[in-house]
Structures are given as structure tokens and as C-alpha cells.
């Protein structure tokens, strides 16, 4: 079933784009970490650092990666600042206990995500497919799964939501766009565009 009414369209269309400028940041990050391969290692750590990652849809500063523990399996990241929509974070941090590097592939299936809050993450990224596949959970019910495909210019994207509590997205709808206060969505929302233009969007999702 589509998303009933005309409100829960935009609100969903809302959601959608911030989504999908967080998957492009983490991407952005991910590369970071695919980077930190090709430093030498010194005593027992691999360690890259970059002053600024920026996009149309996000601006991040001080940003450091860094390996360590035995094979280099233990990943920190964090960024000094990070600017999104309007709204600004600092000290965000990424954690894995054990990251898996084979290839092109960068993934890790118990992240921990501090960017406000404190959510589970895990996430797969193909460098030389350019594919990302990243689930954030809030809660044990509570999952927001991203699946994307990015080309040279171009994205597709598809997000799988499960029991995902709208209250969340209240603070990322723009002002003309009736927010919902309460409640929880599942479905998925499909959508496509150029950049941090955002071109098509399917959604069925269930309130």
C-alpha cells in the first residue's frame, strides 16, 4: 500500500533525501577507511587524517581513520564536525571491533554509531562496485536499511524501513511540511537523482 495521503508523502519524501545524504557521507567515510590500507603501518596502527569532505548535501571537517588491534581488524573514525540539512554536529564517532577489509570491500557487522545518539550499525561498501548496503538500528525493533548504487554522477537508492519511529524524522522536515508527532512506518521507499538532486521516488509504506 502507497503512503495515504499527500502530507505523508512529503514527509516521506523529506526522510528519504536525508537518508540518502547520510549514506553519501558515509560512503565519503568509507573511502577514508578503504584509504588507510595503502599507509605503512607504525607501531602496530594505520592512521590517515583529512582537513575537509564536501558535498551539495553535507560538509565534514576534521576527519581521522584509524586501524589498530591484532591484524588491524579494531576501526575508529571520527569527525570534528559534520554539517547536514541545516543541522550541525560535532565529535561524531564511528567504531567497529572488527572490520573486514578484502578487496574492494570495506564492511562491518557491529558498528556503533555516535552522532547524538548512540546507534548499532553495520555496513558493506564495494569501492570497485561503488555499491552501499548500511543498516541502522535504534532499537532491537527498529531498523532503517540502505541500499544504494552510485555511478559518476547518478544514484539509486532503496530503504527498507521496519518499525521506524517517525518522532525521529521530526527535526529534519522543513517547516512546510505537516510533521507527524507519533507513530511508527514500515515499507520501502525507492528513489533515484543526480547529485543531491533527487529525481524519482516510490514509496509504499504502511502507518
Known sequence: MSSPNRCGGDVFAASQA???????????????????CAIPAHAGRLALSVDDI??????AKTIS??????????????????????RTWRNARLTCPKIFLEKS?????????????????????DTAARSLDLTLRPSASE?????????KASWRAVVS????????????IPESVPKLA??????????AGVGAELRELQADLRL
Not at 531498523?143 to 555511478?151: D, I, N
Not at 521496519?162 to 524524522?169: E, H, P, S, Y
Not at 507513530?183 to 528513489?191: I, N
Open 105 to 125: 570491500v570495506v564492511s562491518c557487522a557491529n558498528a556503533t554509531l555516535q552522532m547524538g545518539e548512540t546507534l548499532a550499525l553495520s555496513f558493506r561498501y
Open 143 to 151: 531498523s532503517w536499511r540502505v541500499a544504494a548504487q552510485f555511478g
Open 54 to 59: 564536501g558535498s551539495p548535501s553535507f560538509h
Open 161 to 172: 524501513v521496519k518499525n521506524g519511529d517517525v518522532a525521529r524524522l521530526s527535526s529534519w
Open 18 to 36: 536525508t537518508v540518502t545524504q547520510r549514506a553519501a557521507l558515509w560512503t565519503s567515510l568509507l573511502l577514508v577507511i578503504a584509504g588507510c
Open 182 to 191: 507519533k507513530g511508527v512506518v514500515s515499507g520501502d521507499v525507492r528513489a
Open 65 to 86: 581513520a584509524e586501524l589498530a588491534g591484532p591484524g588491524y581488524s579494531r576501526f575508529t573514525a571520527r569527525i570534528g564536525e559534520l554539517s547536514l540539512q541545516g
